[in-house]
């Protein structure tokens, strides 16, 4: 949401109508001359008008003025600062320069070098907002975007009295591999904030959230290589449906933005065995056969018909589309008919989507729309929540009696009617409870119109699968503390807008809130994301043994990017390396920790030799986890690792020119020779020491250099 609000309004510009800078100066009432925010951008960010052709543009936006400067050039890139007119504040910066050469995989720079770089260019461009400000911190796993990414991100989110404020904050990207600030943004609006004195006591909102938001025990649907090749289910503790606690008032704000756990499933895929025949292949015969068993396109049109809880006779059929099944987390899904009608009356368009399993013929979701459905401007609200949710029942009842047996209504964090928000829709959603257990992953979902009673959408989702018995579990309160230790649960303001005046700005409220949207496994009490996978937070611990070390550098980037591992403060950087943990380091190097197969735990060494078997970057025979790494052998699995094994064992090829060449093994020469050759391990005193142990450093060294090979 943070990062929306910052990027909402970095494009502003860029989609309002400009107005000419000429036309504008003289047009404009504002206290920052054109002239005056150019001296500012130039002065504060050093851009130099050399080489550069410019422009500028004025414009406004709510409350907001602002002069875009932008200068640009085919060889140098381009630069965008954003200044408010009245403040000469520098609300926005872009810079973009061409790249001669594709990013590493590992930068030049580590997160800390870049860290003191945004530091210094915040003290300069905003310097008594900055005073005001907190890094916020991400703890989690590397996620995919940091790991590509050729930037660092900071945020640093505004504190007031003490409590943060993460609505409004100072943004700055940092290039890893020049450490140039290539992008800031200014979200900062004036606005009053309760006085945290009238708060209620942590104690008393901890009470609170676990009276009415709570964990809960729940199935969990998840499908990876952690559990097997097939959908499963396991048992968590998690929060089904998160929200802010006001801190005045002790109430649960409904109306706020909150977290629903992942819950969307799809049928299990039908699965076909007959032998190939010799015109198509396996693949291909599979997908033919299976679609022998599809229901027909009239079916479903037939069973969309028969279901909807209203008429579609005036409507035409405009589009007609078959997906087959896709073998995607959280499970496989059926192939399904999407089916589209449309109507024009009165100059009015309509439309009805639906959709049909096409092995089951079930109806799985429509939908309806409209002028007279989507505009409820003006319109008075004739039907009360009770009144809807008959409604939805008496439907369910009718189309998927079963499954709707199975389930609980589950309240959704919607204001009542004289609170409602304005919209088209009423939300009800039913989950599936077996002992007593929800199973998010099954679900049925209603909407229906408070101003009409109509039915305008529906949705179900449900997987069958078996659901382990909920012995041998963690209990809740073991769950709170496992959730408390490993999350925060403090104040925060938050803003709370008032839908029906959009214009009007928001009132800031003081709330408790949990930062905790993972899950607990119920049966190991380990953290667990949506997926199942283990999340482990980023350790807090740092190794003491390593200042002043030649490798330090290399082995700070190596655990900022989760490579290595932080289990206790020492790293014995001078020890030699023993295979299972240089084996351990190289797939973690080459393959990111969120990709599958994923190990069970950072000590699943039999995962990390098996992928590495799969790469044919080792041997089964060449298996040894508990022996020491010796530089030949270490040179042989960086080369396999690149996929170029099949040229090193050439062996003829090749020519060496260190001093001890005559004790590198004839099997061996092609490998050192390419490794030495891309100077990932470059020897010392032109000995290249075949049979020497690698140390920890020296792992480390060589681990980074094999990811700054532009490839």
């Known amino acids: 949401m943070k990062k929306f609000i910052s990027i909402a309004i970095a494009l502003a510009f860029l989609f309002t109508l400009m107005i000419p800078s000429n036309m504008a100066q003289a047009q404009a009432d504002t206290k920052i001359s054109l002239k005056q925010a150019i001296e500012i951008a130039k002065q504060k960010l050093g851009i130099s008008d050399s080489g550069y052709d410019f422009n500028s543009n004025y414009y406004e936006y709510g409350n907001k003025k602002s002069w875009n400067l932008n200068w640009n050039s085919s060889s140098k890139g381009n630069i965008s600062v954003t200044i408010d007119a009245d403040t000469g504040e520098i609300t926005n910066y872009y810079s973009w320069s061409p790249i001669a050469q594709e990013q590493p995989r590992i930068p030049k720079y580590t997160q800390d070098e870049a860290k003191k770089v945004a530091i210094e260019f915040l003290q300069k461009v905003a310097p008594e907002k900055f005073k005001e400000t907190k890094e916020q911190i991400n703890n989690n796993n590397y996620g995919y975007n940091e790991y590509y990414s050729n930037d660092y991100n900071f945020t640093f989110e505004r504190i007031v009295n003490g409590i943060p404020f993460p609505y409004n904050a100072l943004y700055v990207t940092v290039n890893k591999n020049t450490l140039k600030v290539t992008s800031y943004s200014l979200n900062w609006e004036d606005y009053s904030f309760p006085d945290p004195k009238a708060a209620i006591s942590k104690e008393e909102a901890i009470k ?15 499908y990876n290589q952690v559990y097997g090749n097939e959908p499963q289910a ?4 998690g929060i089904y449906q998160n929200a802010p606690i006001d801190a005045i008032t002790g109430e649960i704000k409904t109306n706020e933005y909150y977290y629903v756990s992942m819950y969307d499933g799809g049928g299990g895929g039908s699965e076909v065995g007959r032998e190939s025949t010799q015109k198509l292949s396996p693949e291909e015969q599979k997908a033919v056969e299976a679609s022998e068993k599809y229901i027909s396109k009239d079916k479903a049109i037939e069973v969309v018909k028969n279901s909807l809880p209203f008429s ?73 929540k009770e009144q809807m949710r008959k409604i939805a029942e008496d439907y369910l009842k009718k189309i998927v009696p079963e499954k709707f047996s199975k389930t609980a209504y589950q309240e959704t964090n919607i204001p009542e009617s004289s609170k409602m928000i304005e919209m088209p829709a009423y939300p009800f959603r039913y989950v599936e409870v077996t002992n007593g257990i929800l199973c998010p992953f099954n679900n049925i979902n209603v909407n229906v119109s408070p101003y009409t009673g109509e039915i305008v959408s529906y949705s179900i989702h449900w997987t069958s699968v078996k659901l382990p018995s909920p012995e041998n579990i963690i209990s809740l309160e073991e769950a709170y503390k496992i959730m408390f230790d490993n999350s925060e649960f403090t104040l925060t303001y938050i803003p709370d807008y008032d839908y029906k005046s959009p214009d009007k700005p928001p009132t800031i409220r003081l709330a408790y809130q949990s930062n905790f949207y993972n899950y607990i496994n119920a049966k190991t009490g380990q953290i667990v994301d949506y997926s199942g996978k283990l999340v482990v937070k980023k350790s807090e611990v740092v190794f003491t043994d390593i200042e002043g070390n030649w490798a330090e550098k290399d082995i700070k980037l190596l655990v900022q ?19 299972k943990d240089f084996v351990k380091m190289l797939i973690r190097a080459i393959q990111p920790p969120y990709y599958d197969p994923v190990p069970k735990s950072p000590d699943d060494y039999d995962t990390y030799y098996a992928i590495a078997i799969n790469k044919n970057i080792i041997t089964e025979k060449e298996k040894s986890p508990d022996s020491m790494v010796t530089r030949q052998q270490a040179a042989k699995m960086l080369v396999k690792s690149l996929g170029v094994g099949y ?55 060589v681990i980074v250099r094999y990811l700054q090979l532009n490839k």
């Open 561 to 579: 990017y989760g490579i290595i591992d932080v289990k206790e403060d020492k790293f014995y950087p001078d020890k030699d390396i023993l295979q």
């Open 312 to 384: 579609i006779s005036d409507y035409k059929l405009s589009s007609v589309n078959l997906y087959s099944g896709y073998d995607y987390p959280p499970a496989k899904s059926n192939p399904i008919w999407y089916l589209d009608w449309t109507l024009t009356k009165d100059n009015k368009y309509y439309y009805v989507t639906a959709s049909v399993d096409a092995v089951t013929g079930e109806l799985t979701s429509f939908s309806r729309g409209g002028p007279d459905i989507d505009n409820v401007q003006g319109k008075e609200l004739s039907y009360t």
């Open 234 to 237: 396991i048992l968590v503790y």
């Open 647 to 701: 040229i090193a064992d050439i062996s003829d090829i090749f020519t060496i020119n260190f001093k001890d060449k005559d004790k590198i093994p004839q099997d061996m020469i092609g490998y050192i020779a390419i490794i030495s050759g891309l100077k990932i391990m470059n020897g010392s005193d032109g000995y290249f020491d075949p049979q020497q142990p690698l140390t920890r450093a020296q792992a480390a060294a």
């Open 208 to 222: 609170i959230f676990k009276e009415k938001i709570g964990l809960k025990l729940q199935y969990n649907l998840v």
